[in-house]
T-cell receptor, first 110, second 115 residues
Framework: GQQVMQIPQYQHVQEGEDFTTYCNSS?????IQWYKQRPGGHPVFLIQ?????EVKKQKRLTFQFGEAKKNSSLHITATQTTDVGTYFC??????????FGSGTQLTVLP | DAGVIQSPRHEVTEMGQEVTLRCKPI?????LFWYRQTMMRGLELLIY????????DSGMPEDRFSAKMPNASFSTLKIQPSEPRDSAVYFC?????????????FGSGTQLSVL
């Protein structure tokens, strides 16, 4: 079945440093979504990427979808303490359901 | 607008007891998903419904788990009998109609502890 791998599992950064998490799929994806889960909270949708090579920005967050539609990345510029949480990618292939990556837990040290 | 509503928020029960988790999706959404989250296994899809019909239940761990969606505004996930390894956070999520792979709106989850 479809597998979605995400690295790193944990990342500690000083406030103001950049952060990147990477997502890789064993199969070609029709689209990829990114979610953020604050500690003790529930996943919240951030963005969806559909096109090969697509790049989208949300303020300090930059999302990329690979040319082969098998990988994706999320980059945060100049992290803030409000960025703390776990970031999940979720991909779908031919089926409707999403397969979530294992997540990257981000800690931002003040 | 109200989001996805789950109840209870916390459930503590003893091994062997029946547990029922409830979910009210966002009005107008026609797909509903049950996920389980643990440290070891992350977010796992248990089952999803489309227009109240179960489409894929391959993620349901075993026969002790069952899910129903009697109407568009209500779903239950039942565990009978419960076991300590079922302890996890159970999330319900819904998504709107349209092109497939719409974004998911998650409820606040039910933290289940089976002693």
């Amino acid at each position: 079945g479809q597998q979605v791998m995400q690295i790193p599992q944990y990342q500690h950064v000083q406030e103001g440093e950049d952060f990147t998490t990477y997502c890789n799929s064993s199969t070609t994806l029709s689209n990829i979504q990114w979610y953020k889960q604050r500690p003790g909270g529930h996943p919240v949708f951030l963005i969806q990427l559909v096109k090969s090579g697509e790049v989208k920005k949300q303020k300090r967050l930059t999302f990329q979808f690979g040319e082969a539609k098998k990988n994706s990345s999320l980059h945060i510029t100049a992290t803030q303490t409000t960025d703390v949480g776990t970031y999940f990618c979720a991909g779908s292939g031919s089926a409707r359901q999403l397969t979530f990556g294992s997540g990257t837990q981000l800690t931002v040290l003040p | 607008d109200a989001g996805v509503i789950q109840s209870p928020r916390h459930e503590v029960t003893e091994m062997g007891q029946e547990v029922t988790l409830r979910c009210k999706p966002i009005s107008g959404h026609n797909s509903l998903f049950w996920y389980r989250q643990t440290m070891m296994r992350g977010l796992e899809l248990l089952i999803y419904f489309n227009n109240n019909v179960p489409i894929d239940d391959s993620g349901m761990p075993e026969d002790r788990f069952s899910a129903k969606m009697p109407n568009a505004s209500f779903s239950t996930l039942k565990i009978q009998p419960s076991e300590p390894r079922d302890s996890a956070v159970y999330f319900c999520a819904s998504s709107p109609p349209g092109a497939f792979n719409q974004k998911l709106f998650f409820g606040s989850g039910t933290q289940l502890s089976v002693l």
